[in-house]
Structure formats: structure tokens, C-alpha cells
């Protein structure tokens, strides 16, 4: 079994920073891509940011220059550092990975954390 565990979330001042962590535990194989997306009330869950085995780093429009993502794939952590944080990042923030179990070979599935709620208001 594979568990994907956030933390970090909270509530900030426009402006403020927050940083979020998550790690996976389990049976895991090898992990492929892990990241971080949030879902705002009344809208879809969208990336943010994301992170692959092969090195390329992707971010959402709206937080590049602004938040950081960075991993450990020996630890299979991942970490999200959020700076100039704005109203509009209010979100439940969702870690994510997409990874094999040991095991199972080349089977990778899509495993998600339980959601941190990050809240920017004044």
C-alpha cells in the first residue's frame, strides 16, 4: 500500500509565505513524476507545480516566480515553497505522484495525498 502524507498548510497574509511537504510511504517502486495541485472552491483541481525522474520541472503560469518545487527522490519527498502568496492561492493543495510498487514492475498508477488547505487572506 502506498500513502502520500501533506503538510504545512494554513493561513497567511496576502504577501506571506508558507512551504508544504509531502512524503510517500508504501511499497513504492519508483516514482515517475510528483507535484503538487490544488482545487479552489467551484473550480476544477489544476497543476501547480510538478517535478519528474527525468529532471524537468513544470509550473503552473500563475505561480512561476513565486512558488519553488523541489524533490528527493531517494527520500521520495516533495516540497513546495510558496512565497509572495496572493488571495487568489486559497486552495486545498493535493501532493501527487505517479508511481510504480515495488514489485509490480512497469504498472504506474496515480496516488494522491489527502489535501492541505492553504488559505491567503488579511
Known amino acids: 500500500q502506498v500513502q502520500l502524507v501533506e503538510s504545512g498548510g494554513g493561513l497567511v497574509q496576502p504577501g506571506g509565505s508558507l512551504r508544504l511537504s509531502c512524503a510517500a510511504s508504501?511499497?513504492?517502486?519508483?516514482?515517475?513524476?510528483m507535484g503538487w495541485y490544488r482545487q479552489a472552491p467551484g473550480k476544477q483541481r489544476e497543476l501547480v507545480a510538478i517535478?519528474?525522474?527525468?529532471?524537468?520541472?513544470n509550473y503552473a503560469d500563475s505561480v512561476k516566480g513565486r512558488f519553488t518545487i523541489s524533490g528527493d527522490n531517494t527520500k521520495n519527498t516533495v516540497t513546495l515553497q510558496m512565497n509572495s502568496l496572493k488571495p487568489e492561492d486559497t486552495a486545498v493543495y493535493y501532493c501527487?505522484?505517479?508511481?510504480?510498487?515495488?514489485?509490480?514492475?512497469?504498472?504506474?498508477?496515480?496516488?494522491w495525498g489527502q489535501g492541505t488547505q492553504v488559505t491567503v487572506s488579511s
Open positions: 501527487y505522484a505517479l508511481l510504480s510498487r515495488s514489485g509490480l514492475g512497469s504498472i504506474f498508477n496515480n496516488y
Open positions: 508504501g511499497s513504492i517502486g519508483s516514482i515517475r513524476y
Open positions: 517535478f519528474s525522474s527525468a529532471g524537468t520541472i
